[in-house]
């Protein structure tokens, strides 16, 4: 959908409310925290990590538990109850079928933009990201530039597209301004709509402001699950 807004001349402002990465950290990476994640450095994820390897490893977490002595020694114990580990079994299948979906949906987008000649920054406030090099991926620091650059950038024209969560959507103008550049009309992407009203309507805000030369659109994007629609038609 950005791709096909730029091609018809318009700038995509692409929103969502998580970057996956606390759960990424946690359960591909082995840690609750993403910066000690990175403190040696890069960290190779393989070859085709998808969202399906976290369910794998999330699904894993829940066939043991944690028992602590009187002495605070901790031990990890497997579950054996037959009912459990045949539930096990059945999500383990389920899983297997899951479709290839990206484990880092900015990253992918990112990418996928920059395969088709535009350029796409972000306003996100993770502090890693997954980059693919010789068909691997490899989680690695994400460098960090100025909110009021990025801005910037995207209003003079130097970058196509942004992708936005609640981290940045504070305190700053992405609309067709007379005073900016770049008047493309603006299209927000909600990738994955805020859950509160007054969140969803602060994307909406960073568009949608006095001076602009054009309104923006707005669409949203659906998977066309039931959970997913009634949620959505609640919006």
Do not use: W
Request: net charge negative.
């Amino acid at each position: 959908r950005a791709i096909a807004a730029l091609e018809s001349g318009k700038k995509p402002v692409i929103t969502l409310q998580n970057t996956m990465e606390s759960l990424l950290a946690e359960v591909a990476l082995d840690t609750d925290d993403p910066e000690a994640a990175h403190a040696d450095g890069e960290i190779e994820l393989g070859a085709g990590l998808t969202f399906k390897d976290v369910l794998h490893r999330m699904l894993d977490r829940l066939t043991y538990y944690r028992e602590t002595d009187r002495y605070g020694k901790v031990d990890r114990v497997p579950i054996r109850s037959e009912e459990a580990l045949r539930t096990v079994a059945v999500i383990r299948e389920e899983i297997n079928a899951f479709p290839d979906l990206p484990i880092s949906p900015l990253d992918t987008i990112r990418a996928r933009l920059a395969e088709a000649g535009f350029v796409c920054d972000e306003l996100s406030g993770r502090t890693f990201q997954i980059v693919e090099r010789d068909g691997r991926f490899v989680a690695t620091i994400k460098p960090q530039r100025p909110k009021a650059q990025i801005v910037r950038d995207f209003n003079a024209g130097t970058t196509d597209a942004i992708l936005l969560t609640l981290a940045g959507s504070t305190g700053i103008s992405l609309h067709a301004s007379k005073e900016f550049a770049d008047q493309r009309q603006r299209v927000l992407i909600e990738l994955q709509p805020a859950a509160d009203v007054n969140k969803r309507l602060q994307f909406f805000g960073r568009v949608d402001r006095r001076g602009q030369t054009s309104a923006p659109e707005i669409e949203i994007l659906a998977t066309g699950l039931p959970g997913e629609a009634r949620l959505i038609a609640m919006q």
